[in-house]
């Protein structure tokens, strides 16, 4: 199977995403910033049972495509779930738990990245 690409990846996580409704959906990019990832997507969800649709959706679509995350958190209380793909680090939250964590400001010197042209038309 051949290397899926960045761009390839980063497209099919915020299509996920987004089929399942998630809400403000964010890429932060922090290459310039940490060696932890390239980008962050953070997603909210309006539930628990949400945000486990969420991450569950983004780790079979690039099951698909051979892609597997490296590690994975919080499966258990689904308030916020983690997939880290190595180069991009998918955060799925509850609303409060996003609220409280506020990843955007602790990473406010990343660049957010408009997504639009990720969610467009074939």
């Known amino acids: 199977m051949e290397k899926i690409t960045y761009e390839q ?9 987004d089929s ?13 910033l ?20 969420l991450a569950e959706e983004v780790e079979f679509r690039l099951t698909q495509l051979g892609v597997e995350p490296h590690h994975t958190e919080g499966y258990g209380p689904n308030n ?15 609303k409060e738990t996003r609220d409280q964590y506020n990843l ?8 957010e990245i408009d997504i639009s042209q990720y969610l467009g038309d074939e």
């Open 9 to 17: 990846k980063l497209k099919t996580i915020l299509k996920a995403l």
């Open 104 to 111: 955007e400001r602790l990473w406010a010197d990343g660049k």
């Open 34 to 53: 940490t060696i932890v990832a390239d980008s962050f997507v953070i997603a909210g969800a309006s539930s628990t049972t949400q945000t486990k649709a």
């Open 80 to 94: 916020w779930i983690l997939l880290d793909y190595s180069d991009i680090v998918v955060h799925v939250f509850n």
């Open 20 to 32: 399942k409704r998630g809400e403000d959906i964010k890429v932060i990019e922090i290459k310039d």
